[in-house]
């Protein structure tokens, strides 16, 4: 053990009780004058790691223990803020004026100024920067340049010199360098980039990418490289892929798709039972590990669906073409064929790389149409096709009820689709509509995740797993009192709760107007799903194996999916070498950690663009009636869900002319005098008085004599 770890090791045991650096190189044994150069040296590079600190006297111990914590912090447009942290099971509150000059998002380390159940406490350090640049839009104010921020929520501008402006002009929407940070929020900058011009068609959506400081742009050394790939095959080159050209087998996917990472055939076996093929494009065949797109793939981690635009992992030369499934082309894939028995089991698998020919590329819309019984469909669709699809629908229904019956959740939840014009603005924002087609491709990837997590596992081989802990009891007893409310009831037994027992509350309220709410409040008292390189199971789909193995042309997990499965699993690669299966159980790790990190980074993105758009839709209908219903309750409002997603906050001062009060408790707004109440779940019609994109927020006010429910 080195003496770092000697040391953390000391300071770590219950017993310790906080010493100077002398005595910690006593304790140690250590006796010699420059020992104590290597203890300060060890105890330095603890301290820079955050696992330990010191008192004013020079007295080493353990962060938590100096009641010190190290977090994000999330800052409010009134200045204070809150620090999430993963040792406590609360945010700290940082007061105003107690952030030091830590701007929204920073990495820092704070210090607890009152007892743990209070939990408010200062920032001392600013440990990582989270805004190193900040994009916005260029103003002059006298001889001053002033950059604005796009995201109000920064609160900071930044001043730049004349001589820094790098071909900026008044207006124009730039990128910004911080190169000083000022706790009044008065920073300073030098300007890098140009983005845009504010009429630019997309340069809102535009900004917010720039913001995010997620990579959209692809070096021109990756994209030469990416042009390079042959964009045909030569057979000679894979002689040991079967030559499925001639399988009926095809793709569906989105109307708006343009890569295809997966391909579907089927057929019923003479015993009855099924062989479904699921057959994932073979990225890994021109993506080698540390080669320049794996590189720039690693940084990216996962391809960007916006209202207007995708920004993929890989170049288009790849993902939109030699790696994507196109019709009748010839593809490398990897493929897995299970055989399913009429109640969903898995009876075998194989797994193995093949040659395919998708015989067709069908959309959502199209097969269900088909599947509808629509003439139209049917009279320009071969019969070999759609019987293929019927076959497809009865097993995937047959493998619904099957992990119905296991306990697996379906959280029906609506998901908005962004319509746009030309220029970039919001047409209509509508709810995705999903159909029997859709269900077919969930429940076909779904199975094949599973077999091949366990072909991976019976082996016993490094993998990555996709991972969904169970919930926290806490978070449920929270659903709970809120769902009774609503005339649902959850039995908590034992601190403990089956599957089945979420699972009867959602189907209960599958057909009911807050049916809706219910699947929104429990989803979000689920932990979120993360990638991991244990097995901790998948709760929300009840399955004991899964992973993530059908998208690598948009998810790198996939990608480093399909390299174990290839090199342990086919080629059985190392196996006996313990340094290849250290290396891969590293690689595990780190892509685990960072994809799971980045995946929230992503959402973070996609969900503030679809705010913005949303936002931006309601300027259109400013004081006009809508129905909507109670989504939830704050100390501040409560927020109003429309038919069409659109979310909004009705505020205590634009409830009515009645005097409302908070209840904490049974979370509801409540007029005593006249028996008025507003609480989750109420239908109310609400008037949108003001729609901003800047702050991506909508305020309503309730229309005259519509009230909540009574009690």
């Known amino acids: 053990m080195n003496l770092k770890m000697q040391i953390y090791e000391l300071i770590s045991r219950d017993e310790y009780l906080p010493l100077g650096a002398s005595c910690i190189q006593e304790q140690l044994g250590l006796t010699e004058a420059k020992d104590f150069t290597l203890v300060m040296k060890a105890l330095n590079e603890l301290e820079d790691e955050y696992l330990i600190g010191h008192t004013s006297k020079g007295k080493y111990d353990l962060l938590k223990r100096l009641r010190r914590f190290v977090g994000k912090i999330d800052l409010k447009e009134a200045g204070f803020g809150f620090v999430i942290t993963e040792e406590l099971d609360k945010d700290i509150f940082i007061p105003k004026k107690m952030s030091l000059d830590a701007l929204n998002r920073d990495l820092v380390l704070v210090e607890l100024t009152s007892s743990l159940d209070e939990a408010e406490g200062r920032v001392i350090e600013v440990i990582k920067r989270n805004t190193e640049y900040m994009v916005g839009t260029l103003k002059q104010k006298g001889k001053e340049y002033i950059v604005y921020p796009e995201n109000f929520k920064l609160g900071i501008i930044a001043k730049v010199k004349k001589e820094d402006l790098n071909g900026a002009k008044v207006n124009d929407k730039v990128k910004v360098y911080l190169t000083r940070y000022q706790s009044d929020g008065k920073c300073s900058g030098e300007i890098v980039s140009v983005i845009g011009k504010k009429t630019d068609p997309g ?7 720039e913001e995010s400081a997620l990579r959209n742009v692809f070096p021109q050394e990756v994209l030469d490289y990416a042009n390079k790939v042959p964009q045909t095959i030569n057979f000679k080159d894979y002689p040991h892929y079967r030559n499925l050209e001639d399988e009926l087998i ?4 989105g109307d708006d798709a343009r890569d295809f990472d997966d391909a579907v055939g089927i057929k019923v076996l003479d015993n ?17 590990p540390n080669d320049l797109l794996d590189l720039e793939a690693q940084e990216r981690l996962f391809s960007i669906y916006l209202p207007d635009r995708v920004i993929p992992m890989l170049p288009f030369a790849l993902s939109n073409g030699i790696c994507s499934l196109n019709p009748n082309e010839a593809r490398l894939t990897l493929a897995c064929v299970m055989e399913i028995d009429g109640k969903g089991d898995l009876v075998s698998c194989d797994i193995f790389e093949a040659i395919i020919k998708s015989k067709m590329r069908f959309t959502y819309s199209f097969v269900n149409k088909i599947l509808d019984g629509e003439k139209s469909a049917l009279e320009k669709t071969d019969y070999k096709l759609v019987e293929s699809l019927e076959k497809m ?16 959740l379906d959280f029906e939840t609506r998901e908005a689709k962004i319509i746009l014009d030309e220029q970039g603005n919001t047409k209509d924002v509508k709810v995705i509509e999903r159909g029997i087609s859709e269900n077919i491709i969930e429940e076909f990837m779904i199975k094949a995740n599973e077999a091949v997590t366990e072909a991976m596992e019976y082996q016993l081989l490094p993998f990555i797993y996709r991972v969904h802990e169970e919930p926290v009891m806490e978070k449920l007893e929270v659903f709970n009192n809120i769902a009774r409310r609503l005339g649902y009831k959850l039995n908590l037994k034992k601190g403990e709760v089956h599957p089945r027992a979420l699972q009867q509350i959602l189907e209960d309220a599958k057909d009911e107007l807050q049916g809706t709410i219910i699947n929104n409040l429990l989803l979000r008292s689920m932990a979120k799903a993360k990638y991991h390189d244990t097995n901790l199971g998948h709760y929300g789909l009840a399955s004991k194996h899964y992973t993530h193995f059908t998208s690598p042309i948009r998810r790198y997990p996939d990608l480093l999916v399909h390299r174990l499965i290839k090199d342990l699993y086919l080629k059985q690669k190392g196996l006996n070498n313990p340094q290849i299966l250290s290396d891969y159980a590293k690689i595990i790790s780190d892509v685990s950690k960072a994809s799971s990190d980045k995946e929230r980074q992503i959402e973070r993105l996609e969900r503030d663009t679809v705010d913005m758009k949303k936002c931006e839709y309601m300027k259109h209908y400013l004081d006009i009636p809508f129905k909507g219903i109670i989504s939830s309750v704050t100390k501040w409002g409560f927020y109003v869900e429309l038919e069409n997603t659109v979310e909004g906050l009705v505020s205590k001062e634009n409830m009515g002319i009645n005097k409302y009060f908070f209840d904490e408790d049974l979370l ?28 991506r927020e909508i305020d309503f006010i309730i229309k005259e004599n519509s009230y909540g429910y009574k009690k």
Do not use: P
Request: hydrophobic share 40%.
């Open 250 to 253: 095809f793709t569906i996917d």
């Open 668 to 695: 509801c707004w409540h007029d005593k005098k006249y028996n008025k109440v507003y609480q989750i779940g109420d239908i109310v019609e609400v008037i949108a008085i003001s729609s901003s994109k800047e702050r």
């Open 203 to 209: 340069i809102d959506i535009t900004m917010l990418v």
């Open 393 to 408: 629908r009865k097993l995937a229904q047959i493998l619904a009820k099957n992990r119905y019956e296991r306990g697996s």
């Open 272 to 288: 009855g039972n099924y062989e479904l093929g699921v057959y994932i494009a073979d990225v890994t065949s021109y993506v080698k």
